[in-house]
T-cell receptor
Framework: GQQVMQIPQYQHVQEGEDFTTYCNSS?????IQWYKQRPGGHPVFLIQ?????EVKKQKRLTFQFGEAKKNSSLHITATQTTDVGTYFC???????????FGAGTTVTVRA | GAVVSQHPSWVICKSGTSVKIECRSL??????MFWYRQFPKQSLMLMAT?????????EQGVEKDKFLINHASLTLSTLTVTSAHPEDSSFYIC????????????FGPGTRLTVL
């Protein structure tokens, strides 16, 4: 699978603030998916990005795929306690349905 | 939505015993299922791809004789950890692709294995 680096590994956020987590690859990706795993839970699919420069929004979450399709980001505005968890990016390869998960960004929120 | 179940949700066993974990797709058929292992505070590591009606494909470094995978039907895959040792203690998670959309994976709730 494709190897990606996620930064930061940990993100401590004050409730109400914004933050961004990044996913970077040294190679061009065909598409990338994002998952969220709550503490003690299992990964839940959030979004898939396919097109160069694609931007998708889900309420307070904004996902972006870079123009070169080598990086992706997740931006959360007005962080809430429900945003606590680990966010993983996972690139996929066309014809190979395996996913290779990044290390994840673990988010904690200060009330 | 697509629902994947796992059984058991947790298991404690003695060293040297074998443990079977089931992964079922409840409301869809899945020709392909995946098995992951996740150690505390780490990411998911793909162990193998389970293909219905054929042999599983194992990732590099995963012992196929130790982690037996059977995908006997379009809704069931099983992972058997044979001769389990304490270092096999981990969170095992399965996922499945919808037939119509093979990119997105739907994950089961996971099985926490503790080997004493």
């Amino acid at each position: 699978g494709q190897q990606v680096m996620q930064i930061p590994q940990y993100q401590h956020v004050q409730e109400g603030e914004d933050f961004t987590t990044y996913c970077n690859s040294s190679t061009t990706l065909s598409n990338i998916q994002w998952y969220k795993q709550r503490p003690g839970g299992h990964p839940v699919f959030l979004i898939q990005l396919v097109k160069s420069g694609e931007v998708k929004k889900q309420k307070r979450l904004t996902f972006q795929f870079g123009e070169a399709k080598k990086n992706s980001s997740l931006h959360i505005t007005a962080t809430q306690t429900t945003d606590v968890g680990t966010y993983f990016c996972a690139p996929a390869v066309i014809g190979d349905y395996k996913l290779s998960f990044g290390a994840g960004t673990t988010v904690t929120v200060r009330a | 939505g697509a629902v994947v179940s796992q059984h058991p949700s947790w298991v404690i066993c003695k060293s040297g015993t074998s443990v079977k974990i089931e992964c079922r797709s409840l409301d869809f058929q899945a020709t392909t299922m995946f098995w992951y292992r996740q150690f505390p505070k780490q990411s998911l590591m793909l162990m193998a791809t389970s293909n219905e009606g054929s042999k599983a494909t194992y990732e590099q470094g995963v012992e196929k004789d130790k982690f037996l995978i059977n995908h006997a039907s379009l809704t069931l895959s099983t992972l058997t950890v044979t001769s389990a040792h304490p270092e096999d203690s981990s969170f095992y998670i399965c996922s499945a692709n919808l037939l119509a959309n093979t990119d997105t994976q739907y994950f089961g709730p996971g099985t926490r294995l503790t080997v004493l």
